[in-house]
């Protein structure tokens, strides 16, 4: 797949998270100033999500590539980024990065995890990936079902923009 590289601004990392899950290269430090995040936009060729227009009509002026983060929720969010760069509203882990800190996550042995997971995790779930840099274990929990219902929930949003993209109701969409 097509790995975006981002840089979002401190009121995004929940949204981070997610485009991290997507397996997106997204670099989220929480506060920063507005000078810093353009410079790292444009030292680094990321792509700045920001919720702060201001800051938005600034990287464009200044010819950093930028966008204007719109949306009621998560979904919506990942329904506008999706329409406008094309990704897969999906989790492969294979490609997902940590939502912690962005560094690739890897498939661990079962036994590797036993001392690291509650026990009645281990006891049911037998796949489990772990985090490169910060050793964080993740594995596909009772968590999941949220995490797929909201990807169903983008996925919608976008088949319905996707048809008719002026239909002006679409902003009431929730
Ligand atoms: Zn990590």
Known sequence: ???????ADGMLGK???WLRMLGHNVKYVGALSDDKLLKIAKNEHRILLTRDLELYQQAIAKGVKAVYVEGQDEAEKL???AERFGFPLEIDLKNSRCPKCNARIKPIEKEAVKDKVPEST????DEFWECQKCGQIYWQGAHWKRISATLEKAK???EKSGYSTSNSHLSGIS
């Open 156 to 158: 919608k949003i976008l």
């Open 1 to 7: 797949m097509k790995v975006l590289k981002f840089v």
């Open 79 to 81: 329904a506008k980024l």
């Open 122 to 125: 281990y006891k049911y779930y």
């Open 15 to 17: 949204l981070s998270r």
